[in-house]
Every structure is written in structure tokens, then in C-alpha cells.
């Protein structure tokens, strides 16, 4: 292997998305595929988690070879295997990391397991590949806002591979409160894309709805907002004549806009603020951005304007690597391989595991200590070890 730039193949599939990419040296996307299942969840408004696995094992194999394809590379030049253990959907985790493992042991490469939230923070470290070229990679300290479709939280990164908690939400995640704001103003799935585009055709202003600002925590809420624009638009249905919104009323498009404006305003000023206060209060040199939420414009806006006020840097990934993909898994996999991470053949997926450990948890899961369990452990520990 190159000591330098290591090659790390990633795989992801922790959701919705299907992914598989190249990373050299945790930075150079040399190959990627995604097969988005959008249109497939598209008529259920939401995520089937076994029409989401089944899916994944359809495209498994296609995406990895369209990535060795691009990429120009096959196997024998990678170092590591990297895939995402968790959280997420445990069928769908299953099909990558059975796959992952089956590749790692077929080509005798060591294997490494990666928290997919963990991922969204090192797409920061990805060369965006937008022909600029060459943008330094984040200094820490660092303050990340990671906001996607199951999580929303702030962490300080005093170096790699650190954090400390600083807030998360109390209820919805961020993308989850735009999925279901979309749903309430009957724009198509998914919903933070589609209310960003119907706030951009607002002509008038847009409708107040509530912050939720917690006091001076650093945690969010967003069932309050979601409640307050259920009641508007209960409201202004109900003067039309028209059905409740879960009944397919609709309201005119210019209204649609109007509420896609104000639900959008009050997210993004409550996510920029926070994070904003929260850099300058932890001292951090360089704001990180990651999860879909991240490719919403106004944020971007909001914080590049906030960011440079404060001569912060403020590092976000183009939106193809804020949604989940393979290359964020192997830009995290590279550290975690360089830090001396190694899975075994027993790598479960983990659907609810934490980026930040509670206070006073294990800091690794305990070996099985007795039975079959505890021998196939040490047996791929001591095959592990060989390969090394
Ligand atoms: P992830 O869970 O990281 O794959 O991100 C998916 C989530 O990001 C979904 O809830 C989407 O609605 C949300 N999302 C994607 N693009 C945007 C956008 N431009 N504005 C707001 N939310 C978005
Ligand atoms: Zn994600």
C-alpha cells in the first residue's frame, strides 16, 4: 500500500441510499456510485425499511463495480474496507456490512466499521472535486452541525476522531421536520428540497411561525414549529371549504409559498444561530456542515454571511456529499483506519449507535467470554491479527 495514501473502499447503506466509493488518503474520491431509492419510497412519502434492504441487495454489486469501473482500480489496490455499522435501518446496515465483510475476507484486507454520523462530519474533508482544488481541510478546533433525516446535533471537535456533545434535538430531526412540513403542504417527497424550492417562488412575504430556542441550550425542537404550521394550514383550509391536508386538501400555490418560506426561515435562523454562538463560544476556527439538511441554500446563505462576520471558516460540502454517500464512510474509514480500527467478522449492525457515547458508557462493546460466541470472536480476531 502507499504509506501516504492509503485506499480505502467505503461501503453505505444505512438508509435510502446505496452507495459505494474509492477514497485515497481520506480525501480524493477516486470512484463513486449512489443508487438513490427516491422514486422507489417516492409513493409512501417515508422510507419501507424492507423495500429499502431489498433494494440495497439489488444494487450492491452494481454499485461497486461502476466505482472500481470509474475509479480505473480493482481490489487488489485497496488497504481497507470501510462500512457504515450504524445508525440506521438494521436490514438495510445488514446488506452492507455482510457484503463489506465478504469483500475483506476474499482479498484478505483488514475491516473497518464506521458510524455513519461520523461520516457526514469527515465529508468536510473530501476534496469537493468542484475544480477549485486545493481548499485547506478544516482547522480545528471545530464546531460541526450535522442535520439529516434521522439526526440533528452539535458537537465541538477538539481533533480528529473527538467530540463533545454541545446540543441535539429534542424531537424531530431538522429533515424530518422538513419531510413532514412538506408532506402537510402537499408537496411531493422528499420534503426539504421541495420546500426550499416552493420558498424560492414566494413573491409576497413569508408567513411568521415560531423559533424554538430553548433558552441558552444548545438543543433544538421542532415539534412546536411543526404543530404551529399544521394549525395554519388546518386553518386556512378549513376557510376554503377545502379537505384537511391528510385528506389531499390543498392550499393555492402562492399560499404553499408563503408557509414554505416561513417554515424554512424559522429552521435555518434557529440551526445558523445556535451553531454561530456555539463557535464562538468553544473558540472553533473552522464550522463544519454535513447531512442533507446541509444542502438547503438559505442555511448555506445564512451561515457563510454569519461565518465570515465572525472570521470563522465555514466548511460545507456540495449537496451531492451532504446526502448520504460513499465517500463521506471512506473519508471517516481513512482516520479510523489510521487510528488502528479493525472489525471483526462478527461486525453487527448497531441501529441506534451513538456518535457521542453517554457519559460513563463502555468506550468498546465487551467480547463475547464464553460459548461459541467468545470462540468465533477470538478465531476472526486472530485471523484479523494474521492478516495484518
Ligand atoms: P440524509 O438523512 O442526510 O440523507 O438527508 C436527507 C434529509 O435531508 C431529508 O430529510 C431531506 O428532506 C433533507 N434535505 C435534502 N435537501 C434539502 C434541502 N435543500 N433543504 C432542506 N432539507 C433538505
Ligand atoms: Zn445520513
Redesign the pocket.
Known sequence: MSVAEPIVLAVESS?D?TAVAVVAGGRRILGQAIASQVALHAPTGGVVPEVAARAHLRWIVPALEETLATAGIGVDRVDAIAVTAGPGLAGSLLVGIAFAKGLAWVHGLPLVGVNHLEG?LYAAWLDPGDGAGGEPVPDFPVVALVV???HTFLVAMPDHLEYRLLGETVDDAA??A??KAGRLLGLPY????A??RAAATATGPAVPLPRAWLGDSFDFSFSGLKTALRRVVEGELAALGRPPAEEGGLLPDERVAALAAGFQESVVEVLAVKTLRAARETGARTIVLG???A???SLRARLAAGAAGSGTRLVIPPPAL???NGAMIGAAGHRRFLAGDRAGLDLDARPSWPLVRPAGAPATRRPPRRGAAARAYEASRAAEAGRR
Open positions: 438508509c441510499e457526514h439529516s433525516g434521522g429533515g424530518e422538513f419531510d422528499p420534503g426539504g428540497p420546500i426550499a447531512g442533507g439538511v444542502s438547503n441554500e451532504c446526502t448520504d
